[in-house]
């Protein structure tokens, strides 16, 4: 049995779960901050990259929901093995991937996907966290959940505001 870091069973229960991607986002980015700080091609990147593309298909936004999708698709192609190691069916991902791929490319309306997951106990440990935080499974998206689609728009960005002033400072100062 692999054991699997929390950020990362949070991020699936909320990816197939709540589907609030733009939790799994934040979520995962700050881990990857963390751990991995810098490496843009870090699988964890890519996992945050299709959590972004399907906040943006979610809100019409193709353009960047396909760029994202691709993204993230091409920086786990290339973690192959460790897509395995974090317990998803590579195969069924990766084909899920690219029919999303192909849905934003024809136009076509927003539809929930899963993150197939094939290790027996990381699934048991996502769909309690599910369970524990009301949540359903694998249940389409409620798009008329304004709060949930357009949950980028509605949260207080006050904190990155005061961080990219600083950090403009710094670069100033050097």
């Not at 197939?16 to 939790?23: C, H, K, P």
């Not at 399907?54 to 960047?64: A, E, P, S």
């Not at 959940?145 to 005061?162: M, N, T």
Request: glycine share 6%; charged share 30%; aromatic share 8%.
């Amino acid at each position: 049995m692999t054991q699997h870091p929390i950020p990362y069973i949070e991020f699936l229960a909320h990816f197939n779960g709540s589907r609030d991607y733009f939790e799994c986002h934040e979520i995962l980015e700050e881990y990857w901050k963390d751990i991995d700080p810098g490496n843009r091609d870090s699988h964890w990147v890519g996992l945050i990259q299709i959590a972004v593309g399907m906040y943006h298909y979610r809100r019409d936004n193709l353009n960047g929901a396909g760029r994202m999708i691709r993204k993230g698709t091409e920086n786990l192609k290339r973690h192959r093995s460790v897509v395995r190691d974090l317990g998803l069916d590579e195969s069924r991902m990766f084909s899920i991937l690219s029919e999303t791929e192909e849905s934003i490319a024809k136009e076509m309306p927003y539809r929930s996907v899963s993150l197939p997951i094939q290790d027996p106990d990381l699934l048991r440990s996502v769909q309690q966290w599910c369970t524990h935080n009301g949540y359903g499974w694998s249940l389409p998206s409620d798009l008329t959940d304004h709060e949930l689609i357009h949950r980028h728009s509605r949260r207080d960005r006050s904190q990155v505001i005061q961080e990219r002033e600083e950090a403009l400072l710094r670069k100033k100062r050097n």
